[in-house]
Structures are given as structure tokens and as C-alpha cells.
């Protein structure tokens, strides 16, 4: 296989590699010379999570790198490593648990990721020397952590539904799926009413794109994700700082693609159903207006309150079509709320599930692959925020409370009760620079996600 970016299988020129914690750091000293713990003592270098530092050799040379590590087991205490070492290869010395390893190759690629497609970066990042017979796995999760990223850092004119369409099309041919597209006017004709209403002021056709993949006999999931594009708001128009990113609303279509993706690519014994209704939400002649009525697939009938509560809208169509082909389990994912941010901030997605157990599942999964996510209620008392005196359901309110709460009990109301399911709120988004952690896209919870569908399909 190819590796990866910031992987070599050449271990000719790889220097060796440190990893020490504070704990392991006073044994590992009496390991070394006189000269390398003046060198240290010099640097301040105390094995703090995070810190890296470089041996010098008696040539002049390198000797050895060094990395100062927290959890062995969180891919992120190794994301500073590729660049905060020299860009050539390093090997890592001394012995260390599967788990470790996968762990630290894991980080590795996660943390060599730059967005490149339009401004060279500054430097390539160091390489981690691998056996060219490595765990693909890892290698798999981080193609499916950059694919987020690329998604969501690609500026609209770039990654519009059309595009969206071009990108679900390519993996699917490349993994042997159907796909199946409805565009513009055929949405109404197929009784996809509510993402037409959204996506139908812009120059840009909505659409609707459906990827099915996998055997029959295996157990059936649908994943769902919201694809704005880009939200202008509509005509309830957003201020300019909270427009300014808005290409990042198809974070949620970003997240199902590539745990679809990962899925294929892994030959996961599921079945799986891949919806993505991808629109922009545009100012026009044609934007749906505050006070309309529309229809939606299940037939309930909303008023739009707020024409920036679009979100929700589209992915009523999209789940009411997910439960209609049967899933044992529906995942939906999707940046829904800015509520969702101020209860959580920015690092935690807020997950709601009308099921105990699969939010226990999703949540245990997310512990253990240092993936977080925090489960929110589903207060169903605070449906009265969604009343409205001439439909069925408003897709918005005058109250300000519970937003996060409120947006997903929007979207269970299209979620048959004895199908279970689940809905992740993401932020996508890393909004300065962390190591491991670069400015822009960002995949959250979806590789929770994938070892809790690979727990199932073991079962």
C-alpha cells in the first residue's frame, strides 16, 4: 500500500526516537551521558505532555529525538510530534504495546495533516518509520480524519452540492456501491419537499444523494449527514462574523461520507445507507420566506420561524427516508446548533439518542479511542417550544432556551419510536491552531462512531 503522508517504510537514514512521560523520564536519564543531561537540563526538557526536544550527537549530528507524552493511548498526545521534529525519518526506540503503537501512528498522521490544495505549507512533517505490513486500520482512520477536513476546509466554490455529488460518486465507484442522486425539481416529483424548500433560492441545485453498499444479509445502518454547503441564513441573513465560516455547515455530511467511507474501505460486515441532502441556503427571489408553510416527506406540515434553522429542515426529509428503508440503527450527524457550542464549547459534540444503550455504546467507544462526546437530553417537555398555532411543528421559536435540545427533538419527531437512533452535533472546527490540531476542519466523534459499528458488526 502507499503510506500515508509523514510515513516512510525506509528506515535508512531513520534516527531513533524517544517516547518518555514525567513518570518515565528520571529512569530514562540514567540512561544517558554526562553531555545529553546537560543538553536537557539546558532545554527545561521535563517529559510534559506535549514537549519535544532533540539530543545533539558528538558529530555535530542528531543523536536521538525525544517526545514528552500524556496518555499513551490518545492518538493527541503525539499529533505535535511531525512538526515539531525535524522533517526526516525517526524510528521509535525501546518497547511498546500494540495499542501504544497504533496510538502514536494514529496521531502521527493525524498531526501531519496540512490543507494544501491552494497555499503550499510551510514545511513537510517529519516521517514515522512503519513496517510497510502495518495496521491499514490506522492508516484507513486517518484517510477517513483528513477526508472531514479536506471536505470542510474546501471553500464553497469548490465543495457545492454538485461537488458533494462528484465526491460521493468517486467512492462509490472506487468501493463498489450504488448511488442514486435526485437534483432540483426532481426532488419535488420524489416527495422530498422540505430540502427543495431550502436549497431552491440557489443558483445551485439541491439535491439529494443516496449511496447503498453491502450485503443484504448483514445488518442494515443508515448515516445521515447535513450538507449546507453554505448558509447565508436565508433571509433571517446571518451578521457577517457569523457567516464567515459557514462553509464548514456541510461538517455533518463530511462525518457521514467518510464513516461511510471507512466502512467500505475496512469491508465492515454491515449494510449501509448512505444519505446526504445537500442544498445552499441562499438569498433570492426564491428563498423560502419566515411564516411559510411547507410541506415534508412524513407529511407534518412546519412553519419556518427562522429561516437559519435550515439545518433541521432538509434533515427531516432525509430521516423519515432513512427509517423508510428498514435500518436496525440510524446515525445522524450534523452542524446543527450554536447552542450545541455554548453548552459544550468547541471540542465536545453533543450527542442525543433515544435509545440508552446505544448512546452507552457510542459513548464508551469514544472513551476508549480518546474520541469525546457528551450525551444531551431529550427533554420532550420542551417540544412547546416548537408550537405552532397553524402547522403541525415550527422549525424555530421566540425562546432562546435549550437550542440544542430543542433542534434535536425537532428531528426526532421525524424518527419512528421503535427505530433506534442517534444524533451527533458537531462543531467540525478548530477555530486557532493546536498540535495535532490545525486551524479549520476537524473530525469529531467519528472515529467513536466507527469502533462502535465494528463492536456491532462483531456481534
Given at each position: ?185 426532481e426532488l419535488i416529483a420524489q416527495n422530498f419537499p422540505a430540502i427543495h424548500a431550502v436549497g431552491r433560492a440557489s443558483h445551485r441545485a439541491p439535491r439529494l ?251
Amino acid at each position: 500500500m502507499t503510506l500515508p503522508l509523514g510515513f516512510t517504510d525506509d528506515a535508512s537514514d531513520a534516527l531513533p526516537l524517544v517516547l518518555v512521560s514525567r513518570a518515565s523520564l528520571k529512569t530514562w536519564r540514567e540512561t544517558l551521558a554526562d553531555a545529553a543531561l546537560a543538553w536537557l537540563d539546558a532545554h527545561g526538557f521535563d517529559g510534559a505532555p506535549g514537549s519535544a526536544v532533540i539530543v545533539p550527537g558528538g558529530d555535530g549530528g542528531i543523536a536521538a529525538g525525544v517526545l514528552g507524552v500524556g496518555d499513551p493511548l490518545d492518538p493527541y498526545s503525539y499529533g505535535h510530534a511531525p512538526f515539531a521534529l525535524p522533517a526526516r525519518s525517526w524510528r521509535i526506540e525501546g518497547q511498546h504495546d500494540a495499542a501504544t503503537l497504533d496510538a502514536l501512528r494514529l496521531g502521527w498522521g493525524i498531526g501531519s495533516y496540512r490543507f494544501s490544495r491552494y497555499k503550499a505549507p510551510p514545511r513537510a512533517p517529519a516521517r514515522l518509520l512503519v513496517e510497510a505490513t502495518g495496521n491499514d486500520e490506522v492508516f484507513d482512520l486517518v484517510a477517513a480524519s483528513w477526508r472531514v477536513r479536506d471536505l470542510i476546509n474546501t471553500p464553497t466554490e469548490h465543495m457545492g452540492p454538485a461537488e458533494l455529488e462528484a465526491v460521493a460518486r468517486e467512492i462509490a465507484e472506487r468501493h463498489g456501491a450504488a448511488i442514486e442522486v435526485a437534483t432540483g425539481e426532481e426532488l419535488i416529483a420524489q416527495n422530498f419537499p422540505a430540502i427543495h424548500a431550502v436549497g431552491r433560492a440557489s443558483h445551485r441545485a439541491p439535491r439529494l444523494i443516496a449511496l447503498r453498499w453491502g450485503d443484504e444479509r448483514h445488518p442494515h445502518i443508515a448515516l445521515v449527514g447535513k450538507g449546507v454547503c453554505f448558509d447565508t441564513g436565508g433571509l433571517d441573513l446571518k451578521p457577517a462574523e457569523g457567516m464567515r465560516w459557514m462553509k464548514k455547515d456541510m461538517g455533518g455530511a463530511a462525518h457521514a461520507i467518510a464513516l461511510a467511507e471507512l466502512i467500505m474501505a475496512r469491508k465492515l460486515p454491515l449494510r449501509i445507507t448512505l444519505l446526504v441532502p445537500a442544498v445552499e441556503n441562499a438569498v433570492g427571489p426564491d428563498a423560502f420566506r419566515p411564516g411559510e408553510v411547507i410541506a415534508t416527506r412524513q407529511g407534518v406540515s412546519v412553519e419556518i420561524d427562522n429561516t437559519d434553522a435550515e439545518g433541521r429542515v432538509i434533515l427531516c426529509d432525509a430521516l423519515t427516508y432513512a427509517a423508510e428503508q428498514a435500518p436496525e440503527l440510524l446515525l445522524d450527524f450534523a452542524t446543527l446548533t450554536g447552542a450545541a457550542r455554548i453548552a459544550l464549547g468547541p471540542d465536545l459534540p453533543a450527542l442525543f439518542a433515544n435509545r440508552d444503550e446505544v448512546a452507552a455504546e457510542w459513548l464508551e467507544a469514544g472513551a476508549q479511542q480518546r474520541d469525546p462526546l457528551w450525551r444531551m437530553p431529550l427533554w420532550r417537555p420542551y417540544l412547546r417550544y416548537l408550537t405552532s398555532h397553524i402547522a403541525d411543528l415550527a422549525n424555530g421559536g421566540p425562546s432562546k432556551m435549550a437550542g440544542s435540545v430543542t433542534a434535536a427533538l425537532y428531528l426526532e419527531r421525524f424518527v419512528p419510536a421503535e427505530l433506534p437512533w442517534a444524533h451527533l452535533d458537531v462543531y467540525s472546527w478548530n477555530d486557532a491552531d493546536r498540535p495535532g490540531r490545525p486551524a479549520g476542519g476537524e473530525a469529531q466523534g467519528l472515529r467513536a462512531a466507527y469502533a462502535m459499528l465494528k463492536a456491532r458488526s462483531a456481534r
